[in-house]
């Protein structure tokens, strides 16, 4: 009789690594974090180790006595190989795997493994596949020598996998083109928002770190249908929603990819089209995980990526969210936002007050008007009611009498 053996992924075992060069370094939570990274990204973390250096070494990452620490703790562990918690050169990235004769990967190939398994519009997969042909073709001499070792598994995945082995002439052809079907989207994306601009209809952005409730956020308020998952980059494309506020005011909803500590520029570049839509925006909702022990830092890092894509001088609500859970701090403040709320999106705990602070800002950037319009001007009030909020409406024998939000640009045609 045949006997039937079930085949069963081999999950991955990975050691740790980073390197604090400073007593202000919060080099442990960055692996903390990177240890959330790799179970998303389907491994299991086995040890951790960090070393306390003047400087990152330019040749191998970490000292020697290390390497020959970690070497003992790869066998000991039986892992699969290590990732670091920084981006590696070329020459590192080959250094290490010849000193240790194991997989090496870092902190940015994990990310862009997990963006690759996340992307599911076309927009979203161009953009992964252009961030990893970037990221990989500045390693191609360090990735060819150590491809027989990489084996399969995570940092071999995704579109931009397959082009490991062709020459840097081919990836930088292959790369112009994405980069010209990104700028199709993108010219796609700007005809939308100037038709939105055109509707006057006020666009919320949605921001912050990753993991902090963005998406559950979005799906409460307009049962968008969003994955939800208590992991790192649960979603990654962008949905925008339609959403009436109690007063009738239309505005859209527009959720962006989560932030984190050291995203990799490749993708900050590749993904810029994306995370813009901040930059457009009327309001930005800074959505923050209130029960994270590191939230100060988190919100550091949202400011941070934000002031990279140029996007200041706006209009933001921070949302201290997750207000359901036993450890959400009670005393959180964030100077740099306009107003500041604490919600609970899983249970919709004064989501209602998020609402009227929404709209409540949005009139502020709005003009009120209060005047009498002839029955021969009854068609601007149907802009109004699109486009602004009626407070009050009487018909009188003069007119109509309106008191009035309106923005602007329907304030100069009126």
Known sequence: MTQLYENKDVIERFILVGVEISDRDDTAESLDE??????????ITVGKVIQNRESIHPGTYIGKGKIEEIRAL???????GIVCDDELSPAQLRNLEDALQTKVLDRTIIILDIFAKRALTREGKIQVELAQLRYRSTRLVGLRNSLSRL??????????EKKLEVDRRLIKTKINQLKQELEDVKKNRETLRRLRSKNQIPVVAIVGYTNAGKSTLLNYLTNAGVLEEDKLFATLDPTTRNLTLESG?????????GFIRKL????IESFRSTLEEAKYSDIILHVVDSSNPDVDKQMHIVYDTLAQLGIQDKTIITVFNKQD?????????????DETIKISAKTGWNVDQLLNLIEKMLNEQKILIERIFSYQEAGKIQSIRKYGQLLEEEYQQEGIYIKAYVP???YNSL
Do not use: S, W
């Open 74 to 80: 790869v066998e000991e562990m039986d892992a699969t």
């Open 34 to 43: 990177l240890e959330e990274l790799i179970n998303t990204a389907g491994a």
């Open 151 to 160: 084996g399969g598994g995570i940092g071999t995945r995704g579109p931009g």
């Open 249 to 257: 005011q239309q505005i859209l909803l527009t959720d962006t990819v």
């Open 264 to 267: 990799p520029h490749h993708l």
């Open 408 to 410: 602007k640009d329907i």
């Open 325 to 337: 859970k036993e450890d959400a701090q009670k005393v959180i403040k964030d100077f740099k936002a």
